[in-house]
């Protein structure tokens, strides 16, 4: 017999397992003796009091056995004579598309400007010591797209968007740990998410379709408002009458293509700011409201949202125990992000903290469909300058950030390409400054002890979201104007993470399969 409840226990209880099984006799009423098996079927912790407790959702096993249903990746089926629909980019949605089109009888063709996450690595160690910008391989451009080498964090909130356990089986199956589909904010770790990529890609050569690495897109053959085909930049021509344009958030090469051939796109507002980086330690003593965490409790994350003179600001992937990573796209420019190894083990936390901005921010965007790329860029463009014209981003102490005031010195950061002391203000346009030094004064409120100079502000943080939407029909997930245009992703407007992603991919391929079996 199997019985399903819910139990808060300690930390300790939650994680000792001869205890958690006393506390689920005691609370069921059940004797010791006659549970099998115990499942945790969801776990999240609750920290908003002194004292903390952990929330598990449980099935209990009494007098049967357990047998482990074991996460298996799906029977595709072999589509190497199937059409073909052209997939540009093989992030979480470009991946996921393609799997969807194998389960939906068409062949993939997946078209990757970078390189396949092993070869990628390279790039990633010149990039963090030699400085040395590759356009197409980088944290962002690259087998497995920003999400590989920047966390994995599987949380969304996109709920309504689809069908959130499936992507997080099919990663399962593919060689993320179960733990996934028990935690309440999941994350694989930039250390283990390559492998699960790798696999991915193998799946989708195995069952027929086609994986092109270091293949850029150049152009896009469109004949009588129809898609063709594509033209790449080795001077390829591939042709497809359907065609998923899954090329991520930086890819400014595509929007300025897609402009160029009057192909609607449209500005879009997104956020911007900086991120911080504290003592891990720190922050788990304000969040856990202890001396030390203790061996229970994983390094805590904090999440934060105000309203600043009427503009948000807020806390943009959180990252515990984790690093600092430069993700600029092209030389000239610098862009911070941060990541999380799978154990969460570094001395640090870091977080983005990113205000709002709207329409009305970018100069001439009723006209311009590019103007918030270009706002974007500017201020990229103005930390490199103002930090030397290397890899190394402006940073200030967050006190002295918050009072204007030059930093005189600064701490080693988990940033390995370095820092620059300067004054933000010169970085940032003025609403976006005085919003982010009243912005964290607030937060000191929420968080006590936040304000601090111990923590670092490494500027910018500007790649939250894409800053271009390219509209598409809301049935059909068609480009308003291209017929077989399907824009897809984080790049396209849809999306704002690995999950999200992946259920948008999945959707542009369903959508695509019905129109050509129509």
Not at 320 to 331: D, K, Q, W
Not at 344 to 365: C, H, K, M, Y
Request: aromatic share 6%; glycine share 8%; proline share 6%.
């Amino acid at each position: 017999m199997r019985y399903q409840f819910q139990l808060q226990v300690s930390p300790e209880q939650a994680a000792v397992k001869e205890k958690l099984w006393k506390a689920v006799s005691k609370k069921a009423d059940i004797p010791l003796s006659e549970i099998s098996h115990i499942e945790i079927l969801k776990r999240s912790i609750d920290a908003r009091q002194k004292t903390i407790k952990v929330n598990l959702k449980l099935e209990v096993y009494v007098n049967e056995a357990f047998q482990e249903n074991k996460i298996e990746i799906p029977d595709y089926q072999d589509v190497s004579d199937k059409e073909e629909v052209i997939i540009v980019g093989a992030g979480p949605a470009g991946l996921f598309a393609a799997l969807k089109c194998i389960e939906s009888g068409l062949k993939p063709v997946i078209v990757e400007r970078g390189k396949d996450v092993r070869t990628r690595r390279r790039d990633l160690k010149a990039l963090n010591i030699q400085h040395i910008v590759n356009e197409d391989s980088n944290y962002c451009f690259g087998e497995g797209g920003a999400g590989t080498y920047s966390d994995g964090k599987l949380y969304t909130r996109s709920k309504k968007r689809g069908d959130v356990d499936r992507i997080l089986k099919l990663l399962v199956a593919f060689g993320a740990t179960p733990e996934i589909m028990v935690e309440a904010h999941p994350h694989i770790g930039t250390n283990k998410l390559p492998a699960i990529i790798a696999d991915i890609r193998e799946k989708i050569i195995s069952c027929g379709g086609d994986v092109l690495f270091n293949t850029r897109l150049t152009d896009i053959i469109i004949i009588d408002n129809e898609v063709a085909g594509i033209k790449t930049l080795k001077g390829e021509t591939i042709k497809a009458r359907k065609l998923i344009l899954a090329t991520g958030h930086s890819a400014r090469d595509i929007f300025e293509l897609l402009h160029s051939k009057n192909i609607k796109i449209e500005a879009k507002p997104f956020a911007l700011g900086v991120r911080v980086e504290h003592p891990q330690e720190l922050i788990d003593k304000i969040q856990y409201k202890c001396e030390t965490r203790g061996d229970y409790l994983p390094p805590s994350p904090y999440s934060i949202v105000k309203q600043i003179n009427g503009r948000g600001m807020y806390s943009f992937c959180m990252c515990p125990g984790g690093i600092i990573a430069p993700c600029a796209t092209a030389p000239g420019e610098v862009v911070t992000n941060g990541w999380s190894p799978s154990k969460r083990d570094q001395p640090t936390a870091n977080s983005g903290i990113v205000v709002e901005l709207r329409l009305s921010d970018f100069p001439g965007s009723q006209v311009n469909p590019l103007a918030a790329m270009e706002f974007q860029k500017q201020i990229e463009q103005k930390s490199w300058a103002e930090a030397g014209k290397t890899q190394r981003v402006p940073a200030q102490r967050l006190v002295d950030f918050t009072n204007g005031k030059l930093s005189q010195n600064l701490p080693v950061t988990s940033y390995k390409p370095g820092v620059t002391s300067v004054e933000l203000e010169s970085v940032f346009p003025n609403f976006i400054h005085k919003t982010l030094q009243a912005g964290f004064k607030e937060f000191d409120k929420s968080m006590r002890g936040f304000l601090t100079n111990e923590a670092i502000v490494h500027a910018p943080e500007s790649r939250t979201s894409s800053p271009v939407r390219i509209p598409r029909d809301p049935y059909t997930f068609e480009h308003v104007q291209i017929k077989g245009l399907y824009p897809c992703g984080e790049g396209a407007g849809y999306a704002g993470g690995i999950v999200s992603a992946a259920i948008d991919g999945e959707k542009c391929a369903e959508k695509c399969a019905k129109s050509i079996k129509a």
